[in-house]
C-alpha cells in the first residue's frame, strides 16, 4: 500500500484559493476524512482543502474561486462510494455538499419531492412514506448515502427491479457549473421532452459535468401490499439458474436479490442468523401490488425444481429480517478484511455462467471472491477480500477486477452495472465504449468544464 503523504505536491496549495470561500478548511482531520469513500482505496495523499458548502450560493463561490485559479475540485456527498469516485489527493480541493441536507418540499398529489443533495436516501424515504409514497432508487447503502452521490452513480438497489435506478425517478435538477453558472435541467412534470435530456446526461456523470445542488424526484404510491420469500439452493450456479427462470417466467418481482453460500457465511457470523444451514446460497425474491401473493405463487413455481428449500415470511417482520440479510452483506464482508468490489452487469439469463467464470477467476488468481447480486437486473457483485495492509490497486486484486470485466464482456455484459467507473476501473473504459463514443464523451465533458477542474481522472 501507498505511504501517505500529508503534504500538498502542488507548488502553491491548492487550498489558499479557497481562504475567503466561510466553509472551507485545511484541517487535518479533516482532509483525511474527505480522502476516499467505502471503497478500500487508500490515496497517497490527502487533499489541500476541504469545502463545507451550506447553501447553493456556497457552491457557486467555491466553484467562482476553483474555476479562476485552475483549481481541481472533487464533489463529495456522504463518502459511501464503491469506485473511489469521490477520492481526492493532493493538489485538489473537496467540495462537500453533505450540509445542504433540506427536503424543500413533497407534493404528494403530483407525488414529486424537491431535495437538496445532501438528504441521505432514507430520509427522503421517511417523508416520503408520511404521504403513503416512497422513492424507489433504495441502494443497501439507503441509511448512509446522499442523494447527490446516488444522481452522480445513476445508483441502483433493490426496488430496482421492477422500478428502475435512479435515472428513472429524477426529473430535474439544479447543478453548478465549472465556471460557477446555475443550470437547470427537466421539469417537476412527470413527462416532457423539450430540447436534449441533460438530466439524463448528468445522472452518472460522477461528479465530472457539474455539483448537483437540488433534485426534483418522482415518487411513487407505496404498495398495498407486498409478499417475500427466501428460497435455498445447493449452489450459487443453481441459484443463478433459478433467478433465469424467474425472468424468463415473466414475473416481475419488486426485488430479486441473491447472496453465495461464503457471504452467507458472512452475514450468519455477524449477524446471528443461520441461512448457511439452509443451503449454499440464498435468492430473496419480494413481490408488491394487489396481486403479490400471486405473483409470488409463480415465483415459488419458477424457482422450486431448483431450491433445497423455500421459505415465505409469515409476517412484516419475518420479511423484513430477510431484506436485511441481504443489506448486511457488504458490513458482514468489511468484517473480514479489506474489500474490493466488482460491479459487473449481463444479460440475466447469463447469471450461472458468470458465476462459473467467477469461480475459475478465483481459482486463476488465487484471491477470495464472495458474490451478491440484484437478480431480476443481471447486476453481480463479485466482493474480493484482502487482508487488511493488502494493495486493491495492485496484485492479485487488481488482476481479479480486470478479468472481470472480461468476463462480463464475454458474456454480452459491462463493467459497471450501477457503483460508477471512479478511479478504480477508467482503464477498462475505452474497451468497452470503443472510439468514437470516448472522443464523444470528451466532448461533452469539455463542454461542460473546458478547463477540466470537476472531478478529473474519473469515470470517462
Ligand atoms: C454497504 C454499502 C452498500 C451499498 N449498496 C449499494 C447498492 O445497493 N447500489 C448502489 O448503487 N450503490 C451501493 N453502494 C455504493 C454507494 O452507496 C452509492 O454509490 C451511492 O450512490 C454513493 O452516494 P454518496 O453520497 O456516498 O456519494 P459519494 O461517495 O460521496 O460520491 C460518489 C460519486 O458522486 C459524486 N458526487 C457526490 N455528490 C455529488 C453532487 N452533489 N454532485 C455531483 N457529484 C457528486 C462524487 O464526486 C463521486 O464521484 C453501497 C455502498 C455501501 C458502503
Not at 430520509?123 to 444522481?151: H, K, M, Q, R
Not at 461528479?207 to 427466501?230: D, F, M, Q, S, Y
Request: hydrophobic letters at 45%; aromatic letters at 4%; proline letters at 5%.
Amino acid at each position: 500500500m501507498p505511504e501517505r503523504s500529508t503534504e500538498s505536491d502542488s507548488s502553491v496549495s491548492a487550498g489558499a484559493a479557497f481562504a475567503a470561500h466561510p466553509g472551507a478548511t485545511a484541517d487535518l482531520a479533516a482532509r483525511e476524512a474527505a480522502a476516499t469513500d467505502r471503497s478500500g482505496y487508500v490515496p497517497a495523499s490527502l487533499p489541500d482543502a476541504v469545502v463545507r458548502c451550506e447553501s447553493v450560493d456556497d457552491v457557486v463561490e467555491a466553484l467562482r474561486l476553483a474555476h479562476a485559479r485552475g483549481v481541481p475540485v472533487v464533489p463529495r456527498g456522504a463518502g459511501t462510494g464503491l469506485a473511489a469516485g469521490a477520492s481526492a489527493h493532493a493538489g485538489q480541493v473537496v467540495v462537500d455538499v453533505r450540509g445542504m441536507n433540506r427536503i424543500l418540499s413533497i407534493d404528494p398529489v403530483e407525488m414529486v419531492a424537491v431535495v437538496e443533495p445532501g438528504v441521505l436516501n432514507a430520509e427522503v424515504n421517511a417523508a416520503a412514506a408520511e404521504y403513503g409514497l416512497f422513492y424507489a432508487p433504495d441502494p443497501a447503502s439507503t441509511a448512509i448515502c446522499s442523494i447527490g452521490g446516488n444522481i452522480a452513480t445513476n445508483a441502483g438497489g433493490m426496488w430496482c427491479a421492477k422500478y428502475g435506478v435512479t435515472r428513472e425517478s429524477v426529473l430535474g435538477l439544479r447543478v453548478v457549473l465549472a465556471d460557477g453558472r446555475v443550470l437547470r435541467t427537466g421539469r417537476g412534470t412527470i413527462k416532457g421532452v423539450t430540447g436534449y435530456d441533460l438530466t439524463a446526461l448528468l445522472i452518472g456523470s460522477e461528479g465530472t459535468l457539474g455539483i448537483v445542488v437540488e433534485a426534483t424526484l418522482r415518487l411513487r404510491p407505496r404498495p398495498v401490499r407486498t409478499e417475500t420469500l427466501a428460497a435455498y439452493f445447493p449452489d450459487v450456479e443453481t441459484a443463478g439458474r433459478a433467478a433465469s427462470a424467474i425472468t424468463a417466467a415473466r414475473i416481475q418481482p419488486s426485488i430479486l436479490e441473491l447472496m453465495d453460500g461464503p457471504t452467507l457465511d458472512a452475514v450468519d457470523r455477524a449477524e446471528g442468523t443461520r441461512h448457511r444451514e439452509l443451503g449454499g446460497a440464498f435468492l430473496l425474491a419480494q413481490t408488491d401490488g394487489f396481486g403479490a401473493h400471486l405473483e409470488l405463487d409463480e415465483i415459488v413455481r419458477a424457482v422450486e425444481p431448483f431450491a433445497t428449500s423455500i421459505r415465505r415470511a409469515a409476517d412484516e417482520g419475518e420479511a423484513a429480517a430477510l431484506v436485511k440479510a441481504r443489506r448486511d452483506a457488504i458490513p458482514a464482508l468489511e468484517r473480514l478484511g479489506r474489500v474490493s468490489i466488482g460491479d459487473i452487469a449481463m444479460p440475466r439469463n447469463r447469471l450461472a455462467d458468470a458465476f462459473a467464470g467467477l469461480e475459475e477467476i478465483a481459482a486463476r488468481t488465487g484471491v477470495r471472491i464472495f458474490s451478491v447480486a440484484h437478480a431480476a437486473d443481471g447486476n453481480l457483485h463479485p466482493i474480493v477480500v484482502v487482508g487488511p495492509d493488502e494493495s486493491i490497486t495492485e496484485g492479485p486484486a487488481k488482476a481479479a477486477l480486470g478479468e472481470m470485466f472480461h468476463l462480463a464482456k464475454r458474456l454480452g455484459g459491462t463493467l459497471t452495472g450501477e457503483h460508477g467507473v471512479g478511479l478504480l476501473k477508467r482503464e477498462w473504459v475505452a474497451e468497452e465504449l470503443g472510439e468514437t463514443s470516448i472522443e464523444l464523451q470528451h466532448a461533452i465533458k469539455a463542454a461542460f468544464d473546458p478547463g477540466g477542474i470537476l472531478n478529473p481522472g474519473k469515470a470517462i
